[in-house]
């Protein structure tokens, strides 16, 4: 099942993804995928503002890994320049620890990732239009998806 829905403008995306924070658990994992410029770091700001993180988000290229205190912890990272040398980062100790995880270009270290996750695709339709698309794996994720869908219709 894909859950898919139009999101107009920065801070429609943000609300959404305000509103997705409120269902997140300790251990979540979110892949995000889409171009540079679809909106990972943006809708990522939104989830950190629903956490209730109050310091600045911002991308983490080249850090990798950013941490941040809300409800919950939440790891920001961007996996887009680590290479081939995924396994020395320690990703474990975040991907099974008890924060929320929220990986941007997740599908280039698919090897490495939990099973069950969350993946969530941005597309660029121009201008302030953006597609979302959620892909649950695992139960977990579906459960997750069913109940925001059931109260978070935006567009179709
Ligand atoms: P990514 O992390 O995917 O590279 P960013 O979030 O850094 O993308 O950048 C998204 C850009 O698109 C920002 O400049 C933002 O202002 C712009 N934008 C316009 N409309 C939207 C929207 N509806 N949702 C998210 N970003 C949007
Ligand atoms: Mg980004």
């Not at 912890?73 to 929320?100: N, T």
């Amino acid at each position: 099942m894909t859950y898919r829905w139009t999101l107009s403008g920065v801070a429609e995306t943000q609300q959404f993804a305000e509103r997705l924070a409120e269902r997140l658990r300790p251990g979540d994992f979110l892949a995000l995928e889409g171009d540079l410029g679809a909106g990972k770091t943006t809708f990522t700001q939104g989830l950190a503002r629903g956490l209730g993180v109050k310091q600045v988000v911002n991308s983490p290229t080249f850090t990798i890994i950013k941490e941040y205190q809300g409800r919950l912890p939440l790891y920001h990272m961007d996996v887009y320049r680590v290479g081939d040398d995924v396994e020395s980062l320690g990703l474990d100790e975040y991907f099974f620890g008890d924060g929320v995880c929220v990986v941007e270009w997740a599908s280039l270290i698919e090897d490495v990732l939990p099973q069950e996750r969350l993946t969530i695709i941005l597309r660029n339709e121009g201008a302030d239009t953006r597609r979302i698309e959620f892909v649950p794996q695992g139960e977990r994720y579906v459960t997750l998806c069913e109940e925001f869908d059931s109260d978070a219709r935006t567009g179709d």
